[in-house]
Structure formats: C-alpha cells, structure tokens
C-alpha cells in the first residue's frame, strides 16, 4: 500500500488509483473482502476546500452508514444468502432442521459446531433444563415492576440482573481474560454462563407474563421440554398433572428453532458490540434484549397483527395496498433487509400455522391475512420491489392463536434469540487473535475550532432541532409551578 503498483499484481487484490494524488494502491482480497484499514495507507495533501476536521493526511476512511455492505467478523456459524432466500446454520439449511431437529439441539450445533450425539445432546439438555431455576430474590424483582410493565423492558432489566449472582462470570472481578484464554477451567465457565442463560431465559419470560396476569411465579418443572416447561410456567395454576397441548409444544419449538439466530442482525451486533469491552455475558445478552426491543427488530410481528386489525376485513386490502403504495400506510411482514426474494423460515412457518389452527381454530385475521398476501403477491408495485412475505408475517397470527397478547411477541423472540447471541459471543471470545474493542470511526461535519463566547454576548440560536422542546407540565408540577416556597427558581 502506498507505493507505486507493480507491473504484474496478484489475481486476488483490487488496485485502487487516488486521482488527487495519482498514486496507485494494491489492497488484497481474502474470501471476497477487502480489509477497511488498508485503505488508512491512502493519504493525500489537504485540498484548498478540504476541513482539518477531515484529516485527509492521517488516510482515507470508509464509510457505511448502517453496515450495508461492512463485514466486522469472520464466523462459522449462519450463512444467509438473501438472493437465493437460503438460510443455514453452521450448514445445515433451515428447512432440514426444522424437520429433523430441536431447537436444543440446533442451540447445540449454533454454539459448539456441529450436531450433538444422543450422549451429547441429553447431557446439554439437561444442564439447561437444570439452569432453569433462578433465585427466589426473583420473585420480589418481578414484583417491584408497575403492573402495566411491558414485558421487554421486564425480560431486558431481568437478564442484566441476573449477572448480580455471579461474580465468577464477571472479567471485571476475574480478569479480562477469563472467557478468552480458551484454556479447559475458562470454558467450564463460559459454558455454565451459556446454560443459565438458555435455561432462565424461559423462566424470566414467563415470570414476566405471569406478574402482568397478577398470578403467583412456577417453579420450572422436571420431565418437560423447553418449550413444554416454558408453557408450563407461564400456564399452570395448580391443575393436577397438567401437561402443555403438544401440537403448541412442537409449534413453539419450531418457531423457537427459527428464530435462534440469523447473522449478525441488529440485537447480535449489540452484544458483540457490548461484548467486545469483555463486559460480562448478561450485560451483553441483556444489550441485545434492548436492541430487539426496537419495532424494527424485534416488535415487527406485532406491528403485522396491529396492520391486520386496522384493515379490518378482506375487502379493505384493495383500499390498504393503494395507501401503502401512496406512502400512506406501512406494510409490515413483507420485505427483508437481507432477503431479496421469500424468506425460507416463512414456508416452514406457514406450515406452522396450519398445525396449529387445526386445534385452536382459524384466528379472525387469517382471511385477512391471506387477502393481503394474495393481492401483493399479484401486484407490480411489490414484485418490483421484491416484497415477499417475511417469517414475521405468519409468526404473530401463530402466536395470537395460541393466545400470546401483542406485547409479549417480542418476548417470543428473545428467549430462541438469546442461543444465537451466546452462539456469537463465544466465537468472538474464542476468535484467533484475541477480543479488540469495537470502536468505529465517524465522519465529523460539524463546527471547526471556536472560541468560547461570553453568555452576555452570545446570540440566541433558534428553529425546530436547533432548541429544546417546551414541555407542558401537569399534576403536581403544574400545581408545584405555581405554588410558592423557598429555593424556588423565580425565572421559572
């Protein structure tokens, strides 16, 4: 980099020539990339309408706003090709999976590499089942939320709590190298963390349902699967030898396999993100519980049911597609921002949805639904734009027919999500190299150097975003603002 290119380059490399200088610079391909630094050797003079804020001497920057085309990790673990609509975990497409697998055993294969053997897989079941209890302090944590509580900012506060309990799990008290030595005692307890998390993740979640439903906590039962306990805890009240409705086991199981993970989406990037500060493992899955939280993340299934019901019936879909193409509406469960074409969990979903209706009854918003995917599907305007429907366009009728409320899809989402986000954050304390801190550049556009100015000289700056907003006070600030009493500022 930096010097002239010679005559015969390598076959794998991109020569780049900077016109101000022009100087030619040979940047090395690996595995279809290009190393973002190499481009740092790019420098220049500063031109005459250049700002010292773009310190183009100190190399030329790259910049992405959003990650569209910026690769931070080298990973084995999920493949997506968004053109072809193919999802794999570590190879496996999705659809076999849902098939033949768990969404344990997919948990196993996303984090350790490959398929568990039956030993494998009943040892790793177990650890997580038996990780499933949490301290009886739990209780009293769930019940100092206000009773209107949303069930995300319960489940995110829950995971960064349950880091309290161990210290052990904690580089700050440990050491910073204590989950990247990679020796035998460090992955014993990076593995104990991984348990506990999968494993109280069910059990969070549902004493987050329960204390919405004002309902005493459950005790994770022996004997269940995952999701069978996980039904379990949020549905018992005291019935003997109660049992969750299998055909609902099995379809929370596949969408829980589903959802485990899908690359370095936006919730994944924040526990790296936080991770890369070698932060312990609850803070950092916590992050990304936050992240999801986000309605374009992790509340898109419910905005589908939410879009279902202001349609109303079938017969407003002709009046709802034109809105949306005027930008009047939004269409939610169609489109990706990785796949250009359908979504291959959507196929597995639908099936999903199939099984489940047959026991609890066609939800209201099928016919509605289906009315929708049918006139968009036969529309220019969003074959154009390749909008197919996405895995959350089927998931949240699912869940509404099992009797989930909106707010609690989310929750759906995180607990299978919390798999993918351990997954990633192993493979990033385990990488070759060690864990550097993720601290991306920014390009700064805003005010050159000034002087402080005197507030008496200073011009007031005004407009929309340049001032903070007024607020209007009600209740006791009202009342507070207008009684008088000592220390009170008389300029309000």
Known sequence: MGKPTPSAEPTSSLTVRDNRTGKSYNVPIVNNSVSATDFKAITA????????EDETEKGLRVADKGFLNTAVMRSQITYIDGDAGVLRYRGYPIEELALHSSHLESAYLLIYGALPSKDQLNTFEYEVIHHGVVHSDAEDFF???????HPMAMMTSALAYLGSYYNEANPSLQGQNLFTRGSKESLAVMDRQIYRLIGKATTLAAMAYRVRQGREFVTPPTGMSYTGSFLYQMDHIGEEKYVPNPVLEKALDTLF????????????????????????????????????????????????????????????VPAFIEAVKKREKVL??????????????????????????????????????????EAAMKDEYFIKRKLAPNVDFCS???????????????????????????AHWRQMMLQEGGVKIWRPRQIYVGAGKRAYVPIEERMPVTGLKETPSHIEHSGISKRSMLATFKGKNAKL
Request: glycine content about 8%; aromatic content about 10%; charged content about 20%.
């Open 45 to 52: 003079p500063p031109a005459s309408d250049d700002r010292e």
């Open 143 to 149: 019940r100092s939320f206000r009773y209107d509580a």
């Open 257 to 316: 396999l589903l959802h485990a993970d899908h690359e370095l989406n936006a919730s994944a990037t924040t526990v790296l993100q936080t991770g890369s500060s070698l932060v312990d493992p609850y803070s950092a899955i916590a992050a990304g519980c936050a992240s999801l939280y986000g309605p374009l993340h992790g509340g898109a299934n419910e905005a589908v049911i939410r879009m279902l019901i202001s349609i109303g019936s079938p017969d407003n």
């Open 332 to 373: 939610s469960g169609f489109g990706h921002r990785v796949y250009k074409t359908s979504d291959p969990r959507s196929f597995i979903v639908r099936k999903t949805a199939d099984e489940v209706f047959k026991i609890t009854g066609k939800d209201e918003l099928l016919e509605t639904a289906m009315a929708l995917h």
């Open 396 to 422: 949240g009728l699912i869940y509404r027919a099992m009797g989930f409320p909106l707010d609690f899809f989310p929750v759906l989402f995180a607990v299978p999500r919390v798999v993918g986000w351990l």
